[in-house]
Nanobody, 118 residues
Framework: EEQLVESGGGLVQPGGSLRLSCAAS????????MSWVRQAPGKGLEWVSS????????VYADSVKGRFTISTDNAKNTLYLQMNSLKSEDTAVYYC???????????WGQGTQVTVSS
């Protein structure tokens, strides 16, 4: 069974940092496109970032470029999102997903809540 489990969310003040993790299983993680997608309250899904796990090529939404870093540990089948200089507009449920950026989204995690508030 394909499974993605996010963790690392929480409450942080504006300007603070969080690192999200996504533990993957049930598919070939090292030959995948992985993405982070978020959903703010009352809003639709917003793509944040993607990484090609086989090349480490990365791409970011303009809204997070320079602040967020997506990475993988292929030996651990784990996806990360390092979030720095957080803004209130970053408040959302963050999901990891298999696919994205030119490939279909296939599987989703359960999400982890990130709240940026003073």
């Amino acid at each position: 069974e394909e499974q993605l489990v996010e963790s690392g969310g929480g409450l942080v003040q504006p300007g603070g940092s969080l690192r999200l993790s996504c533990a993957a299983s049930g598919f070939t993680f090292s030959r995948s496109v992985m993405s982070w997608v978020r959903q703010a309250p009352g809003k639709g899904l917003e793509w944040v970032s993607s990484i090609y796990t086989y090349s480490s090529n990365t791409v970011y939404a303009d809204s997070v470029k320079g602040r967020f870093t997506i990475s993988t540990d292929n030996a651990k089948n784990t996806l990360y999102l390092q979030m720095n200089s957080l803004k209130s507009e970053d408040t959302a449920v963050y999901y990891c997903a298999l696919g994205g950026y030119g490939t279909p989204f296939i599987y989703w995690g359960q999400g982890t809540q990130v709240t940026v508030s003073s």
